[in-house]
DNA sequence: CATGAATGAGTTTTCATTCAT
DNA sequence: TATGAATGAAAACTCATTCAT
């Protein structure tokens, strides 16, 4: 009589528990996520969870780890394509990195390793030198270019590739953590082209490059 | 100097046990910290904490409320010295920041309130509201001066706050979370010295403002 | 017959742990039960209580309503069966609640329910009310009965229904409360028996009716 | 300063402290009443409790014994006055009876008693014997002179004492639970009154003493 | 494979009891 | 004596984990 709608699947369940697993970790915190919830939103029942994990830390980093492997491949790929203006790559890599990051689950790792970095340091030191210190290099090496044609002032690449970041990653964190109470969110479109504009021209009127503490 | 076992601390025990929760709420998260390790740390035992907090959620409002005290002050009081350029104001302003939030416990707040915010609405929002977006209203406020002044260009200054912000809240949550395993972090001068630089001045060489927003 | 060893007893399990809670409820009151000991007595560990009750005053309601269910209705049946002599009715009515109440867990009720009256003034009121008071009212009608047909003198059918109630509530409290200790209780039987005599006949020797009150 | 109502007492507070004790473990039984409480509502702070009583059971015990000692002296004297006619004796008994105890705090030791039976047999024991035992004793006398008189009927004197009972017994532990919710309470001039009726004269009308069960 | 009842270790919370002042 | 801050044992409660079905 309950033959309803099982069959199929089974290799899909521990997909599908890491992806429900990620979403109540990102919203509530490792210690806050209760396993019962979890798989009650995978559509499982409690016991189900452990067939397929060890335990609750296991599915926690499988969680991750899922999440991860195609930012972890996308941020390989979005450095190299040398032709274009380096201003304009480096617009185009912001924007790419948010059609990646920002629109999908994986946009909530931060949050969650952000939160949990003191709790499971391993993975916070893992997901930092995976994704976000390669994502910087990306960066950098975009910089480096601009610089090598002339295009950028010579400064720093990995630092000011690191500063160019953070604009990206304050609004991935906060459009997740505060979403509910900024009324006044700007669209990702228009804080990150502004990010880009201001980072690329700067704030001062080009009259003179005025005092720069040199 | 009082160095006698100090027993009957009346007025200094909510201070203390206050702190003492937030730098392990910040470190571990609310759930994951118990209160036995609160008491400890603040050096009494776990049934003293209920002689002056409700409970665990008491203590946690009261250790956050306690640590955004001064900011809030503070935060009014760093915008209005007119005089200097624009670009200076936005650099002390930075800088004055950093002084008054990464040294001390509150740097601690942002990380805390990003990861609880899902389960603490209420106090994430007025979080949000009593200390970013007032912070980001002074930056706004020195922007349009700039802007007046004819120092800088015609931005939309809420929004180029925001941008601002960015690289200032990425550092110190980053530093928070990721510090042990960033074996490259800039010193706060160096990455939030380059942000100003960036900010203001933009990448782009200064040979002429090519067409960016097409 | 189903002596397996008793796992997976959904069904069971609430009234089986409301009828453990109860007996120790009874027998010590509400805060004085460890709900470890439910528990145990129940056959089941600790966290299965809250398997079933949201808390342990959940569990006390629950365990005060599943008794008094039967009693409830039963309480109802007790009155009208008119044919016999007034004080026949009587005598069966208070020798059939003794079936009814003195035996059973129920009889555990009344002192349980004085005992935490000041706790739980809601519970207690309804237990006065759908029991004491309802039972009261089938004994009045009784009582008006035999009044009416001329077998008892004109006296206020509640407040003697109530007075009969008397010896009734007290046997069942003694017993209850004071049992280990007095050598000298009487049974049911003969202490209802007598009270029911006293109540019909009075001790007065059948020599002219004195006047009593003045 | 402080100076303001102290001096004087100190042979008060024992005294003090056991009838604040008592009023509260007779609303909320021993568990539930808090060691806190009691030193409030005598007005004296929690460590001085523990400078006139051992512990928490100690100040139960004592609170009980202080309230009992008047009842135990007064339960003597109520019976000897063998001049009056018996059912004037036994009316004086249960009236005066209700004077000593009704009115005053003692009348909380039956619920109390009843309660905290299980948890202090001992105790419930004592009082069992030393007072309801020896009351139900002096009303035996009273109905065995009664009997020897020829003013009552030859019943079992000690148990009909017992029934006697009955009614003061519960009148005094309804009065102490249920009064809140009873609207109906009845006087206890009315009902210890209508008692005394009853249990002298009988329900029955008095033509022919009908079956009586022999 | 899947379930969900049952378990018990680990936390929160309470409050009798102590003790420095 | 009296106080009330501090303690810690004990009880309530939660939830990851197990396992019979």
């Known amino acids: 009589m309950n033959t309803v709608i099982p069959r199929r699947r089974k290799e899909a369940r521990p997909g599908e528990l890491a992806a429900a697993a990620l979403e109540l970790f990102v919203e509530r915190g490792f210690a806050a996520t209760?396993?019962?919830?979890?798989?009650a939103r995978a559509g499982v029942s409690k016991g189900t969870v452990y067939l397929y994990f060890e335990n609750k830390e296991a599915l926690f980093k499988s969680a991750v780890e899922t999440a991860m492997m195609p930012a972890l491949e996308a941020a390989e790929a979005l450095?190299?394509?040398?032709?274009?203006?380096?201003?304009?790559?480096?617009?185009?890599?912001?924007m790419g990195w948010w059609q990646m990051i920002g629109t999908n689950t994986i946009g909530g790792l931060p949050k969650l390793l952000v939160a949990e970095?003191?709790?499971?340091?391993?993975?916070?030191?893992?997901?930092?030198?995976?994704?976000?210190?390669?994502?910087?290099?990306?960066?950098?090496?975009?910089?480096?270019?601009?610089?090598r044609r002339g295009e950028f002032r010579p400064v720093e690449p990995e630092l000011a590739a690191r500063v160019v970041f953070g604009p990206m990653f304050s609004y991935i964190l906060w459009q997740r953590a505060f979403k509910t109470f900024m009324h006044d969110l700007p669209s990702p479109e228009r804080y990150l082209g502004e990010a880009v504009n201001l980072l690329t021209h700067g704030l001062a009127n080009s009259d003179a490059a005025k005092d720069a503490t040199p």
Chains 1, 2, 3, 4 share one sequence.
Do not use: H
Request: glycine share 6%; aromatic share 10%.
């Open 79 to 94: 450095a190299d394509e040398s032709e274009r203006p380096a201003a304009e790559l480096l617009r185009c890599f912001v």
């Open 34 to 39: 209760r396993l019962e919830d979890v798989a």
């Open 117 to 147: 970095a003191g709790n499971f340091p391993e993975m916070a030191g893992w997901f930092y030198e995976s994704i976000m210190l390669r994502a910087k290099r990306a960066m950098a090496r975009i910089i480096e270019l601009g610089i």
